[in-house]
Structures are given as structure tokens and as C-alpha cells.
T-cell receptor, first 115, second 111 residues
Framework: GAGVSQSPSNKVTEKGKDVELRCDPI?????LYWYRQRLGQGLEFLIY????????KSGLPSDRFSAERTGESVSTLTIQRTQQEDSAVYLC?????????????FGEGSRLTVL | SQQGEEDPQALSIQEGENATMNCSYK?????LQWYRQNSGRGLVHLIL?????REKHSGRLRVTLDTSKKSSSLLITASRAADTASYFC???????????FGTGTLLAVQP
């Protein structure tokens, strides 16, 4: 597609359930990023991929969070046993990933609400 | 942890006035970028300035970088109501391709 696509755009779930958030980056972009943004706050780095590898997972808040990327394309962020503090907008971004990061292209985000 | 912090946290101005936002960061950087966010959803890239550059312009935007003070400023001239948004600085450091965002400035331009 022309831009970064994220799904679902909105997800309401019950505490304790697992959720999967999907990101389709711009075709040809080798770098892919996940950020979390709580209401009224800045962006919190979660993880980034270079190709299918994740050189830096330091931002994942706990072992309930995991992410994978396949085919140097689609990425899935999985949150197991969701908690109310996981409620946030999860933003995905991609970039060409050559050398210095350069410009990131963002999707519209997936808004997660945990009841 | 946050690398950058924007100042002020919120700014309200009248249409036609200039808006200045500042960003301070903690460690040496490769580059610094500014992004805009409407309605808490996707961010849009505005401008990138490399560590060896001191000033950059793009339309009504002017960005400065002072690496000795570890700070950057974003100036929006002749502001419009449509400029109302949150503005974030983001820095890339070291050998990683990781971009860390600041806390953001909420700009309100009154018509």
C-alpha cells in the first residue's frame, strides 16, 4: 500500500485476554518500529526490527509483550494477559533503514482499551 | 526513558504570530527530527537536522541545533489555526537506528 497500515484501529478487550496488533509497513522499508503512547503523553519506544531481526527489544515493558516480523514485511505485536495499564495507542512506523534512521512513516495507530 | 524534553509543554498563540518550541536532550546524537501529531494518532515527519548542521528551513519552519547545549528549537512563522497539533522532537544516538521521542509540545493557534 501507499502508507503504513495498522489493524485493528480500535480494540476493546477484557483484562486477562491476549491481543494481537498488526502492522503492514511501506513496501521496501527494512526498518520497522513499535511505540506506545498513553493518553496525553509522549511516545514510548517498544521495539524495532531491521529486516526480520530485532536488535533492540529493550523497550518491551514486560514478558507479556512480544513482537515478530516475517518476510521483512508484516509485524505483529502480541500482548498476553492484558492489564488495564496496557490501555494506550500502539503506533507502528517504518523507514528505509539504510545507515542513519532518516524519516519515519507512521501508521494511524491501534487504540487498545482494556476493561 | 525519554531522551528529549520539549519546552513549553503547552503553547497558545494567535493566528499570524510565531511559535517557538524547544527540545533538550541528554546524549550525543546523530540527527534530530521534528514530528507533528494531530488528534493523538499518526505522526508526520516535518524536518530532519544532522549533528553537523546548525540550521535548516522548510517552508514556514525553521529548525536550529546547538550540539554544545544539546538543544534544538522549532520555529513556525505566521502560524495558522491548522498548525494546532502536538509537536515532538526525536533523536537518534550512537550506532543504533533507534529513534527516541521527547515529551511533546501542545500548540494551540487561536483564529
Amino acid at each position: 500500500g501507499a502508507g503504513v497500515s495498522q489493524s485493528p484501529s480500535n480494540k476493546v478487550t477484557e483484562k486477562g485476554k491476549d491481543v494481537e496488533l498488526r502492522c503492514d509497513p511501506i513496501s521496501g522499508h527494512t526498518a520497522l518500529y513499535w511505540y506506545r503512547q498513553r493518553l496525553g503523553q509522549g511516545l514510548e519506544f517498544l521495539i524495532y526490527f531491521q529486516g526480520n531481526s530485532a536488535p533492540d527489544k529493550s523497550g518491551l515493558p514486560s514478558d507479556r509483550f512480544s513482537a515478530e516480523r516475517t518476510g521483512e514485511s508484516v509485524s505483529t505485536l502480541t500482548i498476553q494477559r492484558t492489564q488495564q495499564e496496557d490501555s494506550a495507542v500502539y503506533l507502528c512506523a517504518s523507514s528505509l533503514g539504510w545507515g542513519l534512521t532518516g524519516e519515519l512513516f507512521f501508521g494511524e495507530g491501534s487504540r487498545l482499551t482494556v476493561l | 526513558s525519554q531522551q528529549g524534553e520539549e519546552d513549553p509543554q503547552a503553547l497558545s498563540i494567535q493566528e499570524g504570530e510565531n511559535a517557538t518550541m524547544n527540545c533538550s536532550y541528554k546524549t550525543s546524537i546523530n540527527n534530530l527530527q521534528w514530528y507533528r501529531q494531530n488528534s493523538g494518532r499518526g505522526l508526520v515527519h516535518l524536518i530532519l537536522i544532522r549533528s553537523n548542521e546548525r540550521e535548516k528551513h522548510s517552508g514556514r519552519l525553521r529548525v536550529t541545533l546547538d550540539t554544545s547545549k544539546k538543544s534544538s528549537s522549532l520555529l513556525i512563522t505566521a502560524s495558522r489555526a491548522a498548525d494546532t497539533a502536538s509537536y515532538f522532537c526525536a533523536t537518534e544516538t550512537g550506532a543504533t537506528n533507534k529513534l527516541i521521542f521527547g515529551t511533546g509540545t501542545l500548540l494551540a493557534v487561536q483564529p
